[in-house]
């Protein structure tokens, strides 16, 4: 079986050699199996995690916040 090829989350570049894959995060899913984050060896220091998830809880904390200080 052959391995599956990875997408850099840095640079959206193909991971060619399989060596040179590293694992940067996991991201899980509410139906079904989470997927793997993949980045080259050199960018995984550069990656950064994913913003959405924390200003949307951010919104929420200060909407919640503003509602019991009412």
Do not use: F, K, T
Request: charged share 15%.
């Amino acid at each position: 079986m052959m391995p599956g090829l990875h997408v850099c989350r840095h640079c959206d570049g193909l991971i060619i050699d399989p060596e040179d894959a590293v694992v940067v995060a996991y991201v899980h899913a509410n139906s079904g199996p989470g997927r793997v984050v993949w980045a080259h060896s050199a960018h995984a220091h550069l990656v950064q995690p994913d913003p959405y998830p924390l200003a949307l809880l951010a919104r929420i904390r200060a909407l919640r916040a503003g509602s019991s200080a009412s």
